[in-house]
């Protein structure tokens, strides 16, 4: 599996940049380290919300937090630090229920703060996943493209630079759609399937 160095070089290969980094963390001194480090984490996070993928997603049960009354809402829990894109806010294991509405602010505080009317929430998401090892092929293929598009400008600059960004993110979009559906495919749920929970009640 390719590794952050991996995924850095082979986007700066398909703009024609010929440098082979050994760190962007810290940054090894190369301009081309500094892009990478700069833009790495913002083309991973923005992948990684783009699309419900399934190795990024979690099911946690939510920590509730003191709530101040004033939101409209019986229940307030704080957001995990590593969700990057909320998919559902569901009753607890062993709950029947479907996904519930929900609202998301910021407090005064800074905290960011799940509001919604039912107790003991369990949330699904997609994950911050730093651990490239984890990646797919397709995955990691459109995050090289989608990190090229970014490193286009600073790296080649001008016209040439601008005209290449657009080069890479067309690319990406191809790749990202295909990616797109081999993930929606690695989940067929029987229609007839009965949760483990509710064949305990028999």
């Excluded at 937090?65 to 004033?70: A, F, M, T, Y």
């Amino acid at each position: 599996m390719a590794s952050v160095i991996d995924i850095c070089n082979l986007a700066l290969a398909r703009l024609g940049d010929n440098a082979t980094l050994a760190s962007i963390d810290p940054p090894e001194g190369s301009a081309q380290a500094e892009h990478c480090a700069r833009f790495y984490p913002m083309a991973r996070d923005t992948l990684l919300e783009m699309h419900p993928w399934k190795f990024a997603t979690r099911r946690v049960q939510l920590a509730q937090l003191v709530d101040d009354g004033l939101s409209g809402w019986s229940f307030a829990y704080a957001k995990p630090q590593d969700c990057i894109r909320i998919h559902d806010v569901l009753p607890p294991a062993g709950r029947m229920g479907a996904a519930v509405p929900y609202a998301t602010e910021a407090r005064a505080d800074g905290a960011e703060v799940i509001r919604v009317d039912m107790d003991d929430a369990t949330l699904r998401y997609t994950a911050r996943i730093e651990d490239t090892t984890v990646f797919p092929p397709a995955f990691t293929d459109a995050l090289v493209w989608l990190l090229a598009s970014y490193l286009a400008g600073p790296v080649i600059k001008g016209d040439a630079g601008a005209q290449m960004a657009s080069v890479c993110l067309k690319a990406f979009q191809s790749v990202y759609a295909a990616a797109t559906v081999s993930d929606s495919n690695q989940q067929r749920p029987a229609r007839d399937h009965v949760p483990d929970w509710i064949q305990a009640r028999g």
